[in-house]
């Protein structure tokens, strides 16, 4: 095959990937991994390298939304930003360090946790917030509106989101992922944050958690300009056009179907990895 | 949330939404240009090969220098991509420090030198 032939090929699959990842709010980088890998045949070190660029400019490009919505909190999230990029060292480190075999496998079950975790949709906020005097002195609260009017929220147990957030960065850094579902986990979950605040302000630290690994893997030779190109920009204009259809559409069957694919990618991801295929 | 936050949390926004746009166009015309001068030289992508190479490997000198030329304005693009959320800490550092945010603005600047150990410690 040609470079042309090539580049529009991953080009393609890559809306595809990144549209998926928008509509099941995964992020892109978790689709377009195991593709790349699985049907391409490409190396995984340099699938998660084009994987974590697309993934800073999906951050970067749906900047767009959170700043109308203004539902994002940047206190919050610049705080955990703190675990993250730590943990996004610690997983980019890890790259070198374990067998590609392993990595396959750590992926898979990533993609399984996070096809499952689509299918929760988002959960009732607390109604009442129960601040502790941490969540007070980091102030880790804010308003956001609800049906029209406004309603307070407020964190707890920042320790135990601030340790999943330290995993989060990990993954990303190992895997060239986003890893949102474990960031909203971080704050939805662990922290008690509403689901709405909690989406928007992980999307808005995935940029610099990959930022934080993009350094050592341009050191490190995994982003390739050839593959990074069409995967960064296919990725890109896929989630756009994937958060634009999001807005409109009822996405419930949609969400099913992806999910299941997602299933099947992740039960594939472990099955190479401990065959020792990838 | 206050309105300094808002304020800045708009800016940030705009910010990213920016150097996301320069970052993507730039990419793009790396792109064009390497496959308009070397659309039949497809690199090995099914095996790794470890850190990059200080020159490119390819068939002649004519096509190398074409080649490189369209790889590395690519790589620029990613290096101004990478380059953006980078900005927006330093954005928050500034925001937080003129909001006499002390806290925040220790928190933004150790961010930020994670970052910048990310990026200087690996050479």
């Known amino acids: 095959m040609n470079a042309l032939g090539f580049s529009i090929e991953i080009a393609a699959i890559s809306v595809l990937a990144g ?28 699938a998660i390298g084009a994987s974590l660029v697309s993934v800073i400019a999906t951050s970067s490009g749906a900047a767009a939304m959170y ?11 610049m705080f955990l930003e703190i675990a993250t990029t730590l943990g996004a060292l610690l997983g980019a480190y890890l790259v070198a360090r374990v067998s590609t075999g ?45 049906n029209g009017r406004q309603v307070d929220y407020a964190a707890e147990r920042i320790p135990l989101g601030f340790g999943i957030m330290f995993l989060a960065g990990t993954l990303s ?14 704050m939805d979950q662990a922290m008690k944050l509403p689901f709405k605040v909690s989406t928007t302000t992980s999307n808005f630290m995935i940029g610099v958690t ?69 | 949330m206050a309105a300094g936050d808002q304020r800045l949390e708009m800016a940030m ?59 590395a304005v690519i790589e620029f693009g990613i290096l101004l991509l990478i380059a953006t959320p980078i900005c927006r800490v330093l954005f928050g550092l500034v925001g937080f420090a003129l909001m006499r945010d002390r806290l925040y603005t220790a928190v933004s600047a150790v961010v930020f030198a994670i970052l910048l150990f990310s990026f200087f410690s690996h050479r």
């Open chain 1, 173 to 186: 850094g190992l895997l060239g992922i986003g890893s949102g579902a474990v960031k909203v986990l971080a």
């Open chain 1, 19 to 46: 549209f998926l990842g928008a509509l099941t709010g995964l992020g892109g980088g978790v689709v377009v991994v195991p593709v790349l890998c699985l049907l391409f045949k490409i190396d995984l070190h340099y």
């Open chain 1, 102 to 146: 392993a990595i396959g496998i750590v992926f898979g079950i990533v993609l399984l946790y996070s096809a499952l975790a689509s299918l929760h949709g988002s959960p009732a906020a607390p109604e009442t917030p129960h601040p502790d005097s941490l969540a007070e002195r980091l102030q880790f609260k804010g308003s956001y509106p609800v």
């Open chain 2, 13 to 71: 926004g705009r910010m990213l939404q920016i150097g996301v746009t320069i970052a993507a166009f730039v990419v793009l015309a790396g792109g064009v240009l390497s496959l308009v001068h070397a659309p039949h030289t497809l690199p090995d992508y099914q095996h790794f090969h470890g850190a990059p190479p200080t020159r490119m490997h390819v068939d002649s000198i004519m096509t190398a220098a074409f080649y490189r030329n369209g790889g």
């Open chain 1, 67 to 77: 700043v109308r919505d203004g539902l994002s909190n940047i206190r919050i999230g």
């Open chain 1, 210 to 278: 990959a930022a934080a690994s993009a350094g050592v893997y341009l050191s490190r030779g995994y982003v390739l300009p050839g593959l990074a190109m069409p995967v960064m920009l296919g990725v890109l204009a896929g989630s756009l056009a994937g958060s634009r259809v999001l807005v409109h559409a009822q996405v419930r069957t949609l969400r099913w179907v992806f999910a299941v694919v997602i299933l099947a990618l992740g039960a594939e991801m472990i099955f190479s990895g401990v065959t020792g295929r990838l």
